[in-house]
């Protein structure tokens, strides 16, 4: 069946390691993969390398376009890991699944050692929560042609949720998301490799992340695709009184918000299929 981009949806162009993506005007799905101990919703449960590669081959064939391979929690109030730890967790992964799927491999890390490693085992992106607070990020994305999507985050996850505060949260993201933007272009990425995240739950209060996923549409002039993560997250457990895993509900309704606006392109999920669904019934009515 032919499908539109819908009224006025735009299509967008995101191109990372010689592939271009949603040229279509489809919402593409980014599902999480957590190696990690202590992720805040599927931590632990991916740590041995092969059921992780498992889990993420699940996924693309649930529908994800895009999956986000992570070593290191950023919940709130996360330690650190060191280097050598995290690229363990991760560079085998990613080099199973390149050999696997042709899916879009993501690295999800802030640091650019890992990055390298990550993007010598065939990951296609790097999706970095701190937004180039590593200096050598920029220049390790550039010599890669990867993707890049940078996010919206003030401090680390350790200190993130200590008293943020804003005037008009939107606005405010939006500005510092265009700085991080222009240095990510002085160090020579492409702006047609860069997707940008405002970072709900990341040094954000309650009130500050449902005003802006309200005010989400400050975020379209900067003229990238936005990726969004409301995935399961803790504002919609003050919203709902609903535990982590009880949230599926909540998230799609907020992702099906955003889709609807068209302040959306990239959808970063744990639970593909129902992101999946939400698209499809989305596209199917939105015409």
Known sequence: MHHRAGRGWPSFAWSVRGRVLGADGRPLIMGVLNIT??????????????????????MVAQGADILDIGGESTRPGAAAVPDAEEARRVTPVIAGLARQTSAVLSVDTSK???????LDAGAHVVNDVTGLGDVAMAGVVRQAGAGLVVMHMRGTPRTMQNNPV?????????????????????????KEAVAVDPGIGFAKLYEHN????????????????????????????????????????????AMGVALSRREAQILRVHDVAAA????????????
């Not at 949260?169 to 222009?182: C, I, N, P, S, T």
């Open 276 to 287: 999946r669904d939400l698209v499809a019934v989305w596209r199917e009515l939105d015409r």
């Open 166 to 190: 804003y005037t008009d949260v939107a606005r405010e993201v939006a500005e510092e998301l265009q700085a991080v933007l222009l240095l990510a272009l002085a160090a020579g990425i492409p």
């Open 210 to 253: 449902v005003e802006l996923l309200r005010g989400l549409d400050a975020l379209v002039g900067l003229g990238c695709p936005v990726l969004l993560g409301v995935s399961r997250k803790s504002f919609l457990g003050t919203m709902l009184g609903r535990k982590v895993d009880e949230r599926g509900p909540g998230t799609l309704a």
């Open 37 to 58: 101990p202590d992720s805040f919703s599927d931590g632990g449960e991916h740590l041995d390398h092969g059921r992780a590669i498992e889990a993420g081959l699940r």
């Open 112 to 118: 650019h050692g890992v990055a390298r490693l990550a």
